[in-house]
């Protein structure tokens, strides 16, 4: 088709054309008609009708009807093609909405899970106990990210094996009951990260080589576990399990591995708090004890049960004096050492004490018992001053000798005159006479 016939013919040309054909073919039918014989009027119709219509259609057909067919041809073409882009820019923008919403899902999940670290941090810091601990641990990362068993194992000493030491599920308290462990370095999942200290994955248990068949978890699918460490010290793993094939995908990894460091954190802090608990707990109750030990010595070395006061002074308490009764009896303690009581009567047996009144005589117990320690301690240090004073002086006399007979009898005499009424004598034993 010509340059010309892709040009689209505007309505007014076409009229004008249309116009123009018939009147040209009219004109030169007329002239025909003049050349030829008359011819009946019917006759003359006919082939006046025969000739426009032969001869203008060709001419409209060529300027009306083929520019009105190649116009509806290219607004076909137009339609097909915006249809075309329409249905390209939809299914971009449906591609685009998805890759959104799922970007928005992931961030939304993201964002939950870090919740959930951030909460399961929270529930882990007020957790000082290293039983409570490792159980809201399994508790909690079960709950918040919903695994079905979430397990700790911890290494034995001799680092030999991994032992299971709390479980959320069903088949995982039945593993505690008969003391799950298994072997560092062996087939299983958590015996390969408690050797090399890496995260291992297990997508498909079914699959994967590694994964060793658990009958108390028969629902697992996927499997994580994740060293528990402290700087470069292993010294457990955190194992979780799903029921859903590839539960885990990378991020899952890169979260979980942030939650098991935190568990470690929070496991080494537990242990530490509890073995600092454990020593003060032991130092407390040997320091009860040794002081239960020198006030008993204390006491019995004293003149006087007690002391009472009758109004007017202080006074020993007497035999006739344990039968009173008493109204209000107040301990004195030191350190959990009971080391006497404080007791108050009135002359009406009926009154009721009040507030006020007993926490009076409570304080006073307190500040009595410690300066009764104070002076007791200072009793002691006097004591040992004389002692140490009076060996070295006995010390400095013998010291000085250098007989044998006055070295003896200046020993005697010193000692005789520090403890009086003592008889002191001193008798060489050769090596092999028998002993008594």
């Known amino acids: 088709m010509s340059k010309s016939n892709n040009k689209s013919v505007s309505p007014n040309r076409a009229l004008i054309i249309l116009i123009l054909s018939i009147f040209f073919v009219e004109v030169s039918i007329m002239v025909v008609f003049l050349v030829l014989p008359p011819l009946p009027p019917v006759i003359e119709t006919l082939v006046d009708a025969t000739g426009l219509i032969l001869l203008v259609s060709p001419i409209v057909y060529r300027f009306a009807i083929l520019p009105l067919h190649e116009q509806m041809a290219k607004t076909t073409n137009a339609v097909d093609q915006l249809e075309t882009l329409n249905l390209e820019l939809e299914k971009r923008v449906s591609d685009r909405t998805q890759e959104l919403e799922k970007a928005n899902e992931g961030n939304i999940r993201r964002t939950a899970q870090f919740e959930s670290i951030a909460r399961i941090a929270r529930i882990i810091s007020s957790t000082q106990t290293m039983e409570e601990l490792l159980l809201q641990i399994t508790e ?254 006995i010390s400095a006399k013998i010291g000085s000798l250098v007989n044998l007979e006055n070295i003896v009898q200046t020993a005697i005499q010193e000692l005789g005159s520090t403890l009086p009424g003592t008889e002191v004598a001193i008798q060489f034993t050769p090596d092999d006479s028998p002993k008594k």
Request: without cysteine.
């Open 140 to 393: 909690a990362i079960s709950e918040k990210f919903g695994f079905y068993h979430v397990g700790v194992f911890l290494l034995d000493g001799s680092r030999e094996y991994a032992v299971l030491v709390a479980a959320n599920s069903a088949g995982g308290q039945r593993m505690l009951e008969r003391n799950h462990r298994l072997p560092i370095g062996g087939t299983s999942i958590v015996g390969f990260v408690t050797d090399y200290g890496q995260p291992r994955v297990a997508l498909d248990v079914g699959l994967d080589a590694v994964y060793f068949n658990n009958p108390d978890l028969p629902e697992t699918h996927s499997e994580i576990a994740l060293p528990l460490r402290v700087g470069a010290n292993v010294f457990g793993a955190l194992d979780v399990q799903s029921v859903e094939t590839n539960a885990f995908a990378q991020e899952d990894i890169t979260i979980l591995s942030t939650l098991a460091d935190q568990v470690g954190i929070a496991i080494q802090n537990a242990r530490s708090y509890q073995q600092s608990s454990e020593a003060l707990a032991q130092a407390e109750a040997a320091s009860r004890q040794m002081g239960e030990q020198q006030w008993q010595q204390f006491l019995v070395r004293r003149p006087v049960e007690g002391y009472y006061f009758d109004g007017i002074e202080a006074k020993a308490i007497g035999p006739h004096d344990r039968q009173r009764n008493h109204g209000l009896t107040i301990p004195l303690t030191l350190r959990g050492t009971h080391i006497g009581t404080i007791k108050l009567s009135a002359p009406d047996p009926n009154r009721t004490w009040t507030e006020d009144e007993i926490a009076i005589a409570q304080a006073t117990a307190e500040r009595t018992s410690l300066a009764l320690e104070s002076a007791r301690l200072l009793q002691e240090a006097q004591k040992r001053a004389a002692k140490e004073r009076t060996i070295g002086q």
